[in-house]
């Protein structure tokens, strides 16, 4: 297979990051920016802390003309579904969709609009932050996770992942994955925006860290119901790592209502309770959370 053409919905950090590493692996990669913006080329700029890296990408719409064969989609949680279905005049059964956006629950909502799509999901720790437009700082190597339910061999497009993005694996199970992380994003994301606080506050304040250890032993009830029984068992070790290796950050939903952004609560917590409603099963530390975070934003 010669390598695909990729277009890019969510030109966010995450999104940039990936096309630098799908133009570095030999693939096409076109920006599909909101409509208005002006069609042609433009300069795609990452820092690290080795140098600077600099690409030139075409750029469009998503209402523009042309069939897109691989559609990658980094928006926020939010954003996807709508996002998807701004394209889908330009998709096909054929189309290949990978999903990448933080939270569950959206791929069920793209499903339901185009059941005939080809959709992909994964997850990612890579670590990277927006300077401004276009303009981004690539902070820490992380590991992504693509895969499929119920596909164990890796799409024919993977090839181009594996080799411009270091550290990135196909995942025959990645519900799991997807499980895991929403489950680490519930015990960390919605407490750090309540308080306001940096990652690491949760392990050194007593009382949030209590919170936690509740927060966790619904978590991996909900796990346990839902046929997570790694996530269940592992949930309280997981978030105590990740907590340390991440003790100085701002979570994505501290920034997000630091900013005055709508939050992805109702992709991380709300997708957590509507899993837990089906299971019977009641989480009312999660769900005062839930609460709390829905008051916060805009
Ligand atoms: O994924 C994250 C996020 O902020 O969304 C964690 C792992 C909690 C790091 O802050």
Redesign the pocket.
């Known amino acids: 297979m010669s390598a695909p053409h990729w277009h890019l919905l969510g030109a966010g950090a995450i999104g940039c990051l990936f096309a630098a590493a799908l133009q570095r692996a030999g693939c096409g990669v076109t920006l599909l920016l909101r409509e208005g913006s002006p069609p042609g080329e433009r300069k795609v700029v990452i820092e690290r802390d080795g140098g600077t890296e600099q690409l030139t990408l075409p750029v469009t719409t998503p209402a523009a003309e042309g069939g897109v064969t691989h559609l990658l989609v980094t928006t926020k949680a939010y954003d996807v579904a709508p996002a998807v279905a701004a394209v889908r005049h330009r998709l096909d059964e054929q189309s290949q969709v990978l999903l990448l956006a933080?939270g569950m629950g959206f791929a069920g909502e793209v499903a339901r609009e185009a059941p005939w799509l080809q959709l992909y999901q994964g997850t990612t720790?890579e670590g990277a932050w927006r300077i401004a437009p276009l303009h981004i700082r690539h902070a820490g190597r992380g590991t992504t996770r693509i895969g499929r339910s119920g596909v164990a061999r890796p799409a024919p497009w993977f090839r181009c992942w594996r080799d411009g993005l270091p550290g990135c694996t196909w995942d025959p199970d990645i519900e799991r994955a997807l499980w895991l992380?929403l489950a680490?994003?519930c015990a960390?994301?919605p407490l750090?925006a309540v308080h306001r606080c940096a990652?690491g506050d949760l392990t050194s304040r007593a009382a949030l860290a209590a919170e936690v250890a509740h927060l966790c032993e619904e978590i991996a009830a909900i796990s346990a119901a839902a046929g997570y029984p790694e996530a269940a068992q592992g949930i309280h070790g997981a978030v105590a790592r990740?907590?340390a290796?991440?003790a100085a950050?701002?979570?994505?939903?501290?920034?997000d209502v630091l900013a005055g952004r709508r939050t992805?609560i109702d992709y991380?917590t709300g997708h957590l309770l509507a899993v837990a409603a089906r299971c019977g099963i009641e989480a009312p530390r999660n769900r005062a959370l839930l609460a709390a975070v829905s008051g916060l934003g805009c």
């Open positions: 933080n720790t992380k680490i994003n960390i994301n750090t990652n990740v907590i290796a991440t950050n701002r979570s994505s939903m501290l920034q992805e991380i």
